[in-house]
């Protein structure tokens, strides 16, 4: 009904920067809210950002100052530009999307997950 398709992963020194892509495509009829999640080994998945449909923000106490999520309506698209990367950082990075979408039974609301991109702060 609904995929997201994310980039933007990779290995980056401390202090550096990424920044994450994550489109939703699929037969969408409106989004609620779409934003990131991560999970890092031994821990339980926890949010970093969201952005829900009229602007508003909001963010992880961790990543606060460092990390902007913003989003382009028209693609259907979220980002998360993340600077000043810390080694606590590294985790598999989710999109996250709540969405109403067509389905066999009508417009339904369900959340929709990404397949994760693994973000690594290392020296």
């Known amino acids: 009904q609904v995929q997201l398709v994310e980039s933007g992963g990779g290995l980056v020194q401390p202090g550096g920067s990424l920044r994450l892509s994550c489109a939703a495509s699929g037969s969408i009829v409106s989004i609620n809210a779409m934003g990131w999640y991560r999970q890092a080994p031994g821990k339980q998945r926890e949010l970093v950002a969201v952005?829900?449909?009229?602007?508003?923000?909001n963010y992880a106490d961790s990543v606060k100052g460092r990390f902007t999520i913003s989003r382009d309506n028209a693609k259907n698209t979220v980002y998360l530009q993340m600077n000043s990367l810390k080694p606590e950082d590294t985790a598999v990075y989710y999109c996250?999307?709540?969405?109403?979408?067509?389905?066999?039974?009508?417009?339904?609301?369900?959340?929709?997950w990404g397949q994760g991109t693994q973000v690594t702060v290392s020296s």
């Open positions: 952005i829900i449909s009229g602007g508003s923000t």
């Open positions: 996250y999307c709540n969405a109403q979408a067509v389905t066999y039974v009508g417009p339904r609301t369900y959340d929709y």
